[in-house]
T-cell receptor, first 111, second 114 residues
Framework: GQNIDQPTEMTATEGAIVQINCTYQ??????LFWYQQHAGEAPTFLSY????GLEEKGRFSSFLSRSKGYSYLLLKELQMKDSASYLC????????????FGAGTRLTVKP | DSGVTQTPKHLITATGQRVTLRCSPR?????VYWYQQSLDQGLQFLIQ???????AKGNILERFSAQQFPDLHSELNLSSLELGDSALYFC?????????????FGEGSRLTVL
């Protein structure tokens, strides 16, 4: 099976930088995804990593180390609207590329 | 708007009843995924279909079943409902090939079992 772990909650200040970590265990790794989900709404895709390294997309960056089973999502210049849950998900080629999610990290951005 | 359509948006029913949730994927997407999200919980993978065939199964209860029809829409059937089945049920679709293969989620069907 897959174990995907991420912190339950984080708090940061508007304008600051926050890093949300995710660790995973799978022998059929085929990509790691980050999604943003505002309360009661659908998750929306933020980023994708399949090779080691950093992917940058505006204020958001995501990093992957496959050997360590580790990823992080970096959010810069935080805005109040960034208050949401951030979901780490892993695609598993052993199970027909299904996608399993971590429990999510609830980020609160304070003024 | 992700292009994935789910109905109904809200549903209230009683224990022991049966409901059907419907999902239409984005135009051209062959894969459909179903997830359950209970209050303040993560997304629990239920089942995946590809072009009408079941591809992967997650933590789906025996009281639950799903199928994908030739027109690619999918239905999730929940029977003998219990209080604990109250949750948001999300459907997602994924592009056929190329790109990152990220999931596009519908707005969800919120089920309340009383």
């Amino acid at each position: 099976g897959q174990n995907i772990d991420q912190p339950t909650e984080m708090t940061a200040t508007e304008g600051a930088i926050v890093q949300i970590n995710c660790t995973y265990q799978t022998s059929g790794f085929n990509g790691l995804f980050w999604y943003q989900q505002h309360a009661g709404e659908a998750p929306t895709f933020l980023s994708y990593n399949v090779l080691d390294g950093l992917e940058e997309k505006g204020r958001f960056s995501s990093f992957l180390s496959r050997s360590k089973g580790y990823s992080y999502l970096l959010l810069k210049e935080l805005q109040m609207k960034d208050s949401a849950s951030y979901l780490c998900a892993v695609r598993d080629m052993r199970n027909n590329n299904d996608m399993r999610f971590g429990a999510g990290t609830r980020l609160t951005v304070k003024p | 708007d992700s292009g994935v359509t789910q109905t109904p948006k809200h549903l209230i029913t009683a224990t022991g009843q049966r409901v059907t949730l419907r999902c239409s994927p984005r135009s051209g997407d062959l894969s459909v995924y179903w997830y359950q999200q209970s209050l303040d919980q993560g997304l629990q993978f239920l089942i995946q279909y590809y072009n009408g065939e079941e591809r992967a199964k997650g933590n789906i209860l025996e009281r639950f079943s799903a199928q994908q029809f030739p027109d690619l829409h999918s239905e999730l059937n929940l029977s003998s409902l219990e209080l604990g089945d109250s949750a948001l049920y999300f459907c997602a679709s994924s592009p056929r090939g190329g790109g990152t293969g990220e999931l596009f989620f519908g707005e969800g069907s919120r089920l309340t079992v009383l």
